[in-house]
């Protein structure tokens, strides 16, 4: 197996907070890989960093070996890394067909052609894309009107379109009913497997996670406190206590009522 | 020495009646989100209001008292446009409110002609305050002497209204959050009526403070416009010490400037503005402003589609018309025609901008002016053939959109806006003020097309080859891959650069090329006219333009054109008599509160509501 | 005290809320529970009128007050407290408690400063500070302390826990506990349910803005499969 992501030593600062402390992992080629935490344990920042939107105040981050710290948001995704996005980010006034055909365009360089009718160019590897995520029969959907699920993978379908080695997926499954989110997972999972891509997630919902990942790292205060396979985290007595035990607050009354 | 302390002195008097207009315009605009081009308006009225009180009230009391009581007056009259005008349009997309305000500016310049007739009106000396002082041997005016007094207790008064004041602290709320103000308890609508009227008394007060130093005249609201904007964007919008700070420098700028520089003034008072939005981009005191963080994010925008076969034989038979005009219509209705024309080209290239890129200039006229000046001084100092100049026209404008461009895109927002606007004004005070090249306020004359062009029906023709030509190529390019990165970006930077498009680079070209398309239709202009005038890059000029963008409908493809040609046509017909503003100013606002979506957009609506059009989506 | 029925909230098209209906007793603390995006915070908006309801009506003690202006509803005795703290950043505790006061209604209660620098002793410490000094805790209790200046007989508490310490969490419970005794109704909105059961008598269940369950406390425990079904535990 080949490694695609690796960070050493990772951190980023907030003035005096640190946000992320010296986060290292590695992240193998064909790997759905799960990083969880709870609210605040630097989750966000650490995606960040990976997709260059925030600069890391230390470590390195490295992509099929090449260094890429600091790197900007546009060079990182040229090197083969997509994202989807906590809120998502989708453009609202288009059709769901012309939002892939816009990272289509970009994927193949051809964003300030003037001339040709945009709408005519790949339309075919577009509704393909769409096809992938369940999306086909929406393609000419306003995206403004879509459900907040369909908006999801949509997202995806973007993402895809770049081919990515590599995608981020920040909370893939908020807002979404239990039965969509079983089915985008599976849906990535899928798509894990047939194109060999490899994902990094982060997400709260831990039945999407124990069902899924093939590997979980647990953030607590910025820095990374387990990594292992699904068995090893949710027997890790470290995990139970930051964040699977459901907090220590009411922990006297969860248990009256468990019982 | 005592020359500079006197010029010290001077300036700092002057900055008085800038600050309070500058205080007011930025207190309005924080609270309501309304850029208030009629500031300068409400300024112009208390001079006027001020000066028809000192012919009635006597003495010392009756001059200060006119002062204040002008500022009452001119603050009632804010809070009637506010409850009239403004109230009703608060839900419509952001920025259309200034549309409105662009309204009561005519139809302020015609009251005001009205009333006080066109000459300019010298203003009274005040009672007792005749005469000079000398410092260090230097005269200085003893009224120079009372607003230098005066203006720090405003400043200090104004100060203590919105720091310790109950008002003062839900005024500083609702600027960061007004619908949690609202959420809270607090009513809103009377908030801003209360804002409103009150930014409009400083500036009525303002306006005259100044009387016995300026006087009163039908320009003077223009004039401080472009001032107050210029000391509003340095000092950080929404900053009262900025405001105070930035008039202060402003205006002693101004009087060194005039002893020192006599030639550059203007000029340098907006080098000073985009240094120091280079350093500090939201201003000397500002705040970096988020996009949709006031929670106004309108309707999202419709998909839009490349026209069909039915539009496309419309267009066409609307072109065959066009074309067929000359043999029907008279040689006065080939010029209107023309004129039209031409100004839809210039609408519908600022449209380009506004509208798929969501980039609000105030500053386009920099653009028609400058490429009509390229070939005009192409013509008049380098004998160029008319077929180069003209072609070299669009060719200066894109450059100068290039480097304006490539500044101003550091900004989004109202920022970017106001920035627009100080380097068209750069450009026309350049034009102004450097006489010897540019002819300055005599402009240049005798810039005749090429003899196979010269008849009017020749040059209807070429207007409207290229004119609707330009307008094709402009949707054209809407419906290409550079159209839809420049909606990408403006509908989501993050997605656009987390997929690889350069958002500011797709900017930077849509500008330019929105400029190019500016300088085609100047290039356009000068010819048909034969010369060429300052008033061409003006601030009204930018305005006329970004008011018909707006009234057509900036979210339908056809917003500029329609709002070009229906405007331009009724502006035409409108000159013919004499309180021609008025009549215009009141259409204006009419449209704005009955047509929020602009002409084409309720137009639209309509038709979806009677069935006419299929819905863009129904509600699922 | 105050009764949904059939509220339907859009953004824009997007149909966020589906034939909402429930009622909440003077008195009483009800916690609106479900899953982000669920559809709290509009039903929260839809109620303060911030987000007017296509269709359905609001009645808060007797007046029918869709469609009104939110400064009224807040007249009424209405209290909205927001999510993610939105206090007014620049301005300093006493300010923000400044901008939130009303004068006390016939029977409600008559907060002043000290009254509720008393429950919420670290604000006390900090009343000259700007809100964007402060903690996220420390801001979360300014959002709750500010809505109490003006009085309310019922107060909308928008995802009070979402995003704090666990301690401060804690003091949330106990102040909404100690509010509960003052004769204050509460409707919250919470994703934790630890929190839910701590302080509420009743629980509405929502899902891609549809109501799924309504019931006490002890009928939610005694339904483990719609706690799974629903909820993020």
Not at chain 2, 6 to 30: E, K, R
Not at chain 3, 49 to 57: D, H, I, M, T, Y
Request: charged share 15%.
């Amino acid at each position: 197996m080949s490694v695609v992501l690796e960070t050493r030593g990772l951190t980023k600062a907030f003035g005096g907070l640190v946000a992320v402390n010296d986060v290292s992992f590695k992240l193998q080629k064909g790997e759905l890989l799960a990083l969880i935490g709870p609210n605040g344990a630097g989750k966000s920042t650490c995606f960040n960093m990976l997709m260059g939107q925030l600069k890391p105040t230390g470590g390195r981050v490295f992509l099929m070996g090449e260094d890429i710290t600091g790197k900007s948001p546009r060079d990182i995704w040229r090197r083969g890394v997509g994202r989807t996005f906590q809120i998502t980010a989708t453009y609202a006034s288009m059709t769901v067909i012309e939002n892939v055909q816009m990272a289509l365009l970009s994927h193949n360089r051809q964003v300030f052609r003037a001339l040709p009718f945009a709408h005519r160019m790949h339309r075919a590897r577009a509704l393909e894309l769409l096809g992938m995520v369940g999306m086909e029969a929406q393609a000419e959907r306003h995206c403004a009107v879509l459900a907040y699920g369909d908006l999801k993978r949509l997202e995806l379908a973007i993402a895809l379109a770049h081919e990515p080695t590599l995608l981020l997926m920040d909370e893939p499954t908020a807002g979404m009913a239990p039965r969509e989110r079983i089915a985008l997972m599976q849906l990535t999972a899928d798509i894990v497997r047939d194109q060999g891509v490899s994902v990094l997630f982060t997400e709260h919902d831990m039945d999407v996670v124990f069902a899924h990942a093939h590997r979980i790292m647990v953030l607590n205060r910025g820095e990374l406190i387990a990594d292992g396979s699904v068995d090893q985290i949710r027997n890790d007595p470290r995990v139970q206590e930051v964040y699977l035990g459901g907090g220590t607050v009411f922990k006297s009354e969860d248990e009256a009522a468990d019982a | 020495m005592g020359l500079f302390i006197a010029q010290l002195l001077t300036g700092l008097a002057n900055a008085g009646a800038l600050f309070m207009v500058a205080s007011g315009l930025s207190l309005i605009f924080g609270v309501t989100r309304i850029v208030n081009f009629a500031h300068g308006s409400f300024y112009m009225l208390g001079a006027y209001i001020g000066y028809t009180l000192m012919q009635v009230l006597p003495g010392a009391v009756g001059f200060w008292g006119a002062i204040l009581l002008a500022g009452i007056a001119v603050g009632v009259i804010g809070m009637l446009v506010e409850i009239l005008v403004l109230r009703p349009i608060y839900r419509a997309p952001e920025l259309f409110q200034l549309v409105a305000t662009f309204g009561v500016i005519l139809v302020v310049q015609d009251l005001a002609l009205m009333v006080w007739g066109p000459d300019d009106l010298l203003g009274p000396r005040a009672p007792g305050l005749r005469g000079v002082v000398r410092i260090m041997g230097e005269p200085i005016p003893k009224y120079d002497i009372a607003l230098l007094v005066i203006t720090p207790f405003v400043a200090l008064a104004l100060w203590y209204l919105i720091t310790k004041t109950r008002v003062g602290i839900l005024v500083r709320a609702a600027t960061q959050d007004r619908e949690m103000v609202g959420a809270l308890g607090v009513n809103q609508a009377w908030l801003f009526t209360g804002v409103f009227a009150l930014g409009c008394a400083l500036a009525g007060l303002g306006g005259a403070l100044q009387l016995p130093k300026g006087g009163a005249d039908l320009l003077m609201d223009f004039n401080i416009l472009t001032a107050v904007f210029v000391v509003v964007v340095i000092g950080g919008m929404g900053s009262l010490p900025g405001a105070y700070l930035a008039a202060v420098i402003i205006s002693v700028l101004n009087v060194f400037g005039v002893t020192y520089l006599p030639q550059s003034t203007l000029v340098l008072m907006f080098v000073v503005m985009v240094l120091v939005l280079m350093v500090r981009p939201y201003g000397l005191f500002g705040r970096e402003e988020v996009a949709g963080e006031h929670g106004q994010v309108g309707e999202p925008e419709r998909p839009i589609k490349p026209a069909g076969l039915q539009v496309r034989l419309l267009v066409a038979a609307g072109v065959a018309a066009l074309a067929a005009l000359p043999l029907f219509g008279s040689n006065f209705t080939q010029v209107l025609a023309t004129d039209i024309l031409i100004f839809c080209l210039f609408a519908a290239s600022l449209h380009f901008l506004l509208g798929l890129g969501g980039m609000v200039s105030f500053g386009h006229a920099a653009y028609f002016g400058g490429g009509a000046y390229v070939a005009a001084l192409l013509v008049t100092h380098a004998d160029t053939p008319m077929e180069l100049a003209f072609l070299l026209a669009p060719i200066g404008a894109g450059m100068a959109a290039i480097i304006i461009g490539w500044i101003c895109l550091r900004l989004t927002g109202v920022y970017f806006a106001m920035l627009t606007l100080a380097f068209a004004q750069l450009l026309w005070s350049l034009v102004f003020q450097w006489g010897e090249v540019t002819g300055g306020d005599d402009g240049l004359l005798s810039i005749w097309p090429a003899p196979w062009l010269s008849g009017t029906t020749a040059y209807y023709y070429f207007a409207l080859v290229l004119s609707v030509g330009g307008i094709l190529f402009l949707r054209h390019v809407a419906h290409s891959p550079f159209g839809y990165a420049l909606r990408a970006a403006r509908d989501s930077e993050r997605q656009a650069e987390a997929t690889g498009i350069d958002t500011r680079r797709v900017r930077m070209f849509a500008f330019a090329f929105a400029g190019m398309m500016a300088g085609l239709a100047g290039g356009l202009f000068v010819f048909s006219k034969g010369s060429i005038f300052p008033n061409e890059l003006e601030i009204t000029r930018s305005f006329d333009a970004l008011i018909v963008v707006f009234l057509g409908g900036v979210k339908t493809l056809s917003g500029g054109i329609v709002g070009g040609a229906f405007f331009k046509g009724v502006e035409d017909m409108l000159t013919r008599y004499e309180y021609w503003r008025l009549a215009m100013g009141l259409l204006i606002i009419f449209v704005v509160i009955v047509a929020p979506d602009g002409i084409v957009g309720t137009l639209r609506k309509l038709a979806e509501r009677a069935g006419l059009l299929r819905r863009a989506e129904d509600e699922t | 005290m105050l009764e949904l029925s059939a509220v339907n909230s859009f953004y824009g098209k997007a149909h966020v809320l589906n034939d909402l209906s429930f009622t909440v007793a003077r008195g009483q603390v009800v916690a609106l529970l479900g899953r982000n995006g669920a559809g709290k915070t509009t039903t929260m908006k839809s109620i303060m009128q911030l987000v007017v309801p296509r269709s359905g009506k609001v009645t808060f003690q007797g007046h029918d007050i869709t469609g009104s202006a939110p400064h009224k509803v807040a007249k009424l005795g209405l209290g909205y407290v927001p999510e993610e703290r939105r206090i007014f950043t620049d301005l300093t505790v006493l300010e923000n408690l400044e901008v939130g006061r009303q004068p006390p209604r016939e029977g409600s209660y008559a907060w002043t400063t000290e009254m509720l620098f008393d429950l919420f002793p670290n604000l006390a410490e900090r009343r000259g500070n700007r809100g964007k000094a402060l903690s996220g805790g420390e801001q979360q209790m300014l959002t709750i302390a500010r809505t109490l200046m003006g009085n309310p007989s019922f107060v909308l508490l928008d995802e009070p826990s979402e995003g704090i310490a666990p301690v401060i969490v804690e003091q949330m419970a106990r102040v909404i506990i100690q509010l509960k005794q003052e004769g204050l109704t509460v409707l919250l909105s919470e994703q934790n349910l630890h929190f839910a059961r701590a302080v509420a008598d009743m629980a509405v269940i929502i899902e891609g803005g549809t109501q799924k369950f309504t019931g006490t406390l002890d009928e939610l425990n005694a339904h483990p499969e719609i706690r799974d079904a629903y909820l993020s535990v």
